[in-house]
């Protein structure tokens, strides 16, 4: 669930996964990367802004009321599995024929 996720957040860890994607994003290398500089100015500032909130909810997380979703992350829910009768395997259990068969009634027998 998200709240338990956001428990194992630490400051350091935080600031470190900024600083990489503020590396990776910085306007000022547009020109080494080959990017547009607007377009990394944009997806700069979202990071700053993710950031921002992250580190603050890291800080001080009595602060904060996370709403729960309905269906948790990870697999979903599904009922216990109905008790079935046991297969039955429907292979055969003879003798093989003597005559020559093909192939497929070889696999078949």
Do not use: C, W
């Not at 503020?22 to 990017?35: F, K, L, N, Q």
């Not at 909810?57 to 602060?63: A, F, G, L, T």
């Amino acid at each position: 669930m998200l709240p338990q996720f956001l428990g194992y957040l630490q400051p350091s860890g935080v600031k470190a996964a900024y600083r990489k994607l503020a590396m990776e994003t910085h306007p000022d290398r547009a020109s080494y990367i080959g990017v547009d500089e607007a377009i990394l100015s944009e997806r700069f500032k979202e990071v700053r802004s993710a950031y921002e909130q992250v580190f603050s909810y890291v800080q001080e997380p009595e602060r904060y009321i996370l709403a729960m979703s309905a269906r948790p992350f990870g697999r979903p829910v599904r009922p216990a599995a109905r008790t079935q009768a046991p297969r039955r395997h429907n292979f055969y259990t003879g003798q093989i024929p003597s005559r020559k068969i093909l192939i497929g009634q070889f696999l078949y027998y």
